[in-house]
């Protein structure tokens, strides 16, 4: 069945389109929106299954081929972010019932959700820069309802800034495309690889490739673009933080992936380095917001920029144990961040504050929440039986292997940092004497549920790595080698 | 015709950031309007502006423009659209609630102890 591929696609949107209609009914809203996320966790599971069996899956829209018309194409890499996200969002969804408040549900919360999935699913999936754009767009205006949703002061603030930012963004999305469109005169992407590799990485070309470094960097947070993200991912409530900083920012670095593995692998001295100074420093910037902050939400977020510094480090190498490596931590990363967000936001919504020095001792109380929230930390900091060890093991390897000393020391330290940060609210928030307020009523046990299910996952995901590694090695070989990709996309 | 299109397109942009760059909101929506109208100028101009009929088959003419710039252009600016009026209207909402259109006064210290 050759549409498999858009079915990760398609179903959440028709489930949005549906949730319009029944907006007022919550429970109506609740449901539909849970089923289609089943559905669409299987139907990204059974394409990941049917990559692993044939090969890379295109979907020529209209039949028209391949670089007249809109192809879509599903390697490895793209359908294994594809599950992640169907998983994340369900979990998300899950933890809304009982957190996200009537209010908002009543107000076209699930549909928005439903089309940030259509967002960053096709983003995964398409195989155009301009569908890539829409689909870019489809996330980001999902985003900005769901950032501004329910409207307090501090969303309304935040909002302007994240939309301006976007805003600027995109406008140098369209204009990066329209170069590209002028120096090789095509849309599809393995037919734009094509023609750079015919005319070879002419000097413009390089420069667009720094362009795109810009529009993604912008869309992914590395330094000097990071500096929207503090404030606007403080602004929104739990469960939408957890899908923002799961999936947005990882889409920024999978268009970074794809483009500088695809488009641009042929003069990498220059942009590469580029991308290897700037991820770097990012790192850097990361960790010591990490651990400046004593507010829960701030560390995790500064933690969500060292991560996207560690991925980005593992592209500029570009060699088969840093690819391998990258593309292992960001699943690991996607997995990791939306259950430490979900959890700090059960910790908020118990003690009604976000600062770390206002409470201390929920350990008494919730040992289940304490231990959970330390296993999250071990796992982010990468710890070895846990999920984030591997691929920062591969990630400094590629590193050493290239004699890379300094950038492989940095993200070895980095880690140290990580953990630093985040067992320091382990150890002032759940040990310690009992102070702060107690909200008794909060539903803790049910939001327990879907984050126990990504902690679950991402220790799965690092006992069972030998049984991922070959689903991994497959995504990172097209990365090595993109005529796997332009062969299966052309069909020459 | 493609440098003078260029010439104007980069005043467009120079507009753009000037006003991006102000503290009333206003002005700052303004200046993103006049950020897409370039990008939107340099989709057009990058498709090429050679002569030729218009993209519709009816026409008999050897040469037609280029017509995928104009689809490109077209799918930007109806995007553009829908972000620029959910922009003022949040906007309008801000300045209800928050009682001001300065950036200045816009600013958060959440986290900061």
């Known amino acids: ?492 | 015709m493609e440098i003078l299109m260029a010439i104007v397109i980069g005043i467009l942009f120079t507009s753009g950031v000037y006003l991006i760059l102000s503290k009333s909101l206003l002005r700052i929506i303004i200046g993103t309007g006049l950020l897409s109208h370039g990008a939107h100028l340099l989709i057009l101009t990058m498709g090429g502006l050679k002569r030729g009929a218009v993209p519709i088959l009816g026409e008999d003419g050897s040469k037609y423009t280029d017509p995928v710039p104009q689809a490109l252009i077209l799918t930007a600016i109806v995007i553009s659209f829908g972000v620029t009026a959910f922009f003022l209207v949040l906007a309008y909402r801000a300045y209800q609630e928050l009682g001001t259109d300065n950036v200045d006064k816009l600013r958060g210290s959440e986290g900061n102890e």
């Open chain 1, 1 to 492: 069945m050759s549409n498999l591929l858009i079915l990760p696609i398609l179903v959440p949107l028709v489930t949005a389109v549906i949730l319009i209609f029944f907006s007022k009914n919550i429970l109506i809203g609740r449901w539909v929106s849970v089923i289609s996320s089943i559905v669409t966790i299987i139907s990204s599971l059974v394409l990941v299954n049917q990559i692993h069996m044939d090969g890379i899956q295109t979907l020529d829209i209209g039949s028209w081929p391949a670089p007249f018309g809109i192809t879509l194409v599903s390697d490895m890499l793209s359908a294994l972010l594809v599950t992640t996200t169907s998983i994340i969002s369900f979990c998300c969804i899950l933890f809304s019932f009982r957190s996200i408040g009537k209010e908002r549900e009543r107000f076209y919360y699930y549909a928005i959700v439903q089309f940030l999935m259509v967002g960053v699913n096709g983003a995964f999936t398409t195989g155009d820069i301009f569908n890539l754009f829409v689909f870019f767009e489809v996330m980001l205006m999902a985003s900005y309802v769901l950032l501004v949703i329910g409207g307090n002061k501090i969303q309304l603030r935040e909002s302007i800034k994240y939309i301006l930012v976007n805003v600027t963004s995109s406008t140098l999305f369209v204009i990066t495309v329209a170069y590209l469109y002028s120096v090789v005169g095509t849309l599809n992407m393995a037919d734009i690889s094509v023609k750079i590799n015919q005319m070879g990485q002419t000097g413009i070309i390089t420069v667009i490739a720094i362009l795109f470094l810009i529009v993604f960097g912008l869309k992914g947070a590395i330094f000097p673009l990071y500096f929207w993200l503090p404030g606007s991912y403080y602004a929104p409530p739990a469960p939408v933080m957890a899908l923002f900083g799961a999936l947005l920012t990882k889409v920024g670095v999978y268009s970074i992936l794809r483009t500088y593995s695809l488009f641009f692998y042929h003069d990498t001295g220059y942009t590469h380095q580029i991308l290897w100074i700037l991820s770097l420093i990012t790192i850097v910037i990361g960790v010591i917001g990490a651990i400046a902050y004593w507010d829960l939400k701030k560390i995790i977020i500064y933690n969500i920029i060292t991560a996207i510094g560690i991925i980005l480090y593992g592209i500029s190498q570009m060699t088969k144990d840093s690819i391998n490596g990258s593309v292992f931590y960001l699943i690991h990363d996607m997995l990791i961040k939306a259950a430490l967000f979900l959890l700090i936001g059960i910790i908020i919504s118990i003690t009604g504050t976000s600062k770390l020095r206002n409470f201390s001792g929920l350990i008494n109380q919730y040992p289940f929440l304490g231990w959970m929230f330390f296993i999250a930390t071990l796992s982010l900091a990468g710890i070895p039986p846990l999920s984030g060890f591997l691929g920062k093991l591969l990630i400094a390897k590629g590193g050493f292997l290239e004699k890379d000393f300094v950038g492989a020391l940095i993200v070895l330290l980095s880690s140290l940092f990580v953990l630093y940060s985040l067992m320091k609210v382990f150890i002032n928030g759940f040990w310690g004497t009992f102070k702060g307020e107690r909200n008794q009523t909060a539903p803790v046990k049910f939001l327990l549920v879907p984050t126990t299910v990504l902690i679950v996952l991402a220790i799965f995901y690092g006992v069972g790595s030998e049984w991922i590694s070959t689903y991994i090695s497959q995504a990172s070989e097209v990365l090595i080698n993109p005529s796997i990709y332009i062969d299966a996309v052309l069909k020459e």
